[in-house]
């Protein structure tokens, strides 16, 4: 298994690259090869697996380790495994370790918090088909120009929000739902956010 991972790696490592890694190109070519997009969700879990530090680059240990963990010693080996990594996507628990993961993996390194518009394609990625207000929180942030960055604990209380409150908001405190704008910019600590006026909104612009 050893020589055949050595010989993957090999296939996808940046020629050019001042370190020892997989470059942004190499994961492209790996996915193909895997038969997935980029953007597929599953990459996360992948990833995840791989223990990788930052978006578009594996080091060598993270690659070998991962794909090691992941019972896989070449491309068409993890391809045939996606179901199984898949599948962990809808495992509440399995869900909640890569959904947290991508917080430091996306990141900018040496920063604590996370770019706005990062998130939000975070979000569409991981909570697409999983929240039906994703898309209206999303645009609520676009909208929200003096919130730059989302903290950690933003990114797990929107989890948590997504899983306990039904998509008419049933389930929140009456006397809070028509405040969802103050809770939106408050409860949820979006950094930045100046205080609302009367006038009162859902994500999105709803009333």
């Known amino acids: 298994m050893a020589e055949a991972l050595e010989e993957t790696y090999a296939k996808y490592k940046a020629a050019d690259a001042d370190e020892d890694m997989i470059d942004a190109a190499g994961i492209e070519r790996f ?10 969700p599953v990459i996360l879990v992948v990833s995840c697996k791989m ?20 019972g896989a010693d070449t491309a068409e080996a993890l391809k045939a495994k996606l179901p199984e990594l898949r599948a962990e996507l809808d495992d509440q628990r399995a869900f909640k370790e890569v959904y947290e993961f991508s917080f430091d993996f ?10 706005v518009d990062t998130a939000r394609a975070m979000w ?12 209206e929180w999303c645009e609520f942030l676009a909208n929200a120009p003096d919130c730059k960055v989302i903290t950690r604990d ?23 739902r028509p405040s969802w704008r103050w809770r939106a ?14 006038t009162e909104r859902r994500p999105g612009g709803g009333s």
């Open 31 to 40: 996915c193909e090869d895997i038969g997935i997009d980029p953007v597929d």
């Open 51 to 70: 223990g990788a530090k930052q978006m578009g680059a594996y080091a060598r240990d993270e690659f070998v380790s991962g794909m090691r963990r992941m």
């Open 106 to 115: 996306s990141k900018e390194l040496n920063h604590k918090s996370l770019a």
């Open 124 to 135: 569409k990625v991981l909570l697409d088909g999983r929240w039906a207000l994703v898309d």
């Open 154 to 176: 933003t990114l797990s209380q929107a989890l948590e929000f997504s899983r306990a409150i039904a998509p008419d908001m049933a389930g929140c405190d009456r006397s809070l």
């Open 185 to 198: 910019r408050h409860s949820w600590r979006c950094r930045g956010a100046p205080r609302e006026s009367n």
